[in-house]
C-alpha cells in the first residue's frame, strides 16, 4: 500500500468532520447574507447586495464604529494584562504552573452567559459592590450599561484566549536567548 493511502484513511474522517462542521456552515451564511426573509421570517436565498449596502447606512455606522473600538481596546487590555501573567507563570510558575493554569481555566467550564449574569449581580445598582461602597461612605454609582462595563466584561471573557496562547509561546522559549539579551 502507498505511503499516500495509508494517510489518508486517517485524514479521511478528520477532513469530512472539518468539512461538514466549518466550510457547509460557512458558506451557508455567506449564502444567507446575500438573501432575505420573506413576511413569514423564512430565509429566501437570492443574490442581492442589499444587506451589504445596508451595513454601511448612517444608522449603523455608529454602531459598528462603536463596535470596532470595544474590539480594539478589549484586544489591547488583554494584551496589556495578559502578557505579564502569562510571563510570571512561564519564566515564575514553577511548580504552580499547573494549578496557575488551572485557576484561569476552570471558570471557563461555566458558561458564559451565567458569568455575564453573575457580574451584572455583581455590578448592578442594588449589586454587591455598589452595596460595599455604600458601607464605606461612597455614593452609588453606575457600572452596568456604560462602556467601561462592557469593556471589562469582554476583557473578562477572551483574557484568558490571550493568556494561554503567550504562555505556550513562552514556554517553549528557551532561557538562554533571554539571558544573552541581557
Keep these: 500500500m502507498s505511503e499516500h493511502g495509508f494517510?489518508?484513511?486517517f485524514l479521511l474522517p478528520g477532513g469530512l468532520w472539518l468539512f461538514l462542521l466549518f466550510v457547509v456552515p460557512i458558506c451557508l451564511v455567506l449564502a444567507l447574507s446575500f438573501g432575505y426573509t420573506d413576511d413569514l421570517g423564512r430565509a429566501v436565498y437570492a443574490f442581492r447586495l442589499d444587506n451589504y449596502a445596508d451595513a454601511f447606512d448612517p444608522l449603523y455606522i455608529p454602531?459598528?464604529?462603536?463596535s470596532i473600538g470595544y474590539a480594539l481596546a478589549t484586544a489591547a487590555i488583554c494584551l496589556l494584562l495578559g502578557y505579564p501573567i502569562a510571563y510570571y507563570i512561564a519564566r515564575?510558575?514553577?511548580r504552580h504552573k499547573h494549578l496557575l493554569i488551572a485557576m484561569l481555566v476552570i471558570p471557563f467550564f461555566v458558561n458564559y452567559l451565567v458569568?455575564?449574569?453573575?457580574?451584572?449581580?455583581?455590578?448592578?445598582?442594588?449589586?454587591?459592590?455598589n452595596s460595599l461602597l455604600g458601607d464605606v461612605?461612597?455614593?452609588?454609582i453606575q457600572f452596568v450599561n456604560?462602556?467601561?462595563a462592557v469593556i471589562g466584561g469582554l476583557v473578562y471573557g477572551?483574557?484568558?484566549?490571550?493568556?494561554l496562547p503567550i504562555y505556550a509561546s513562552l514556554e517553549r522559549m528557551d532561557g538562554s536567548l533571554i539571558e544573552a539579551c541581557q
Design 63 to 66: 454602531v459598528l464604529l462603536r
Design 146 to 148: 456604560t462602556p467601561y
Design 158 to 163: 477572551y483574557l484568558v484566549f490571550m493568556i
Design 137 to 140: 461612605g461612597i455614593s452609588e
Design 115 to 129: 458569568r455575564t449574569y453573575a457580574w451584572v449581580a455583581l455590578l448592578a445598582d442594588e449589586g454587591l459592590l
Design 92 to 94: 515564575y510558575g514553577g
Design 7 to 9: 494517510w489518508s484513511r
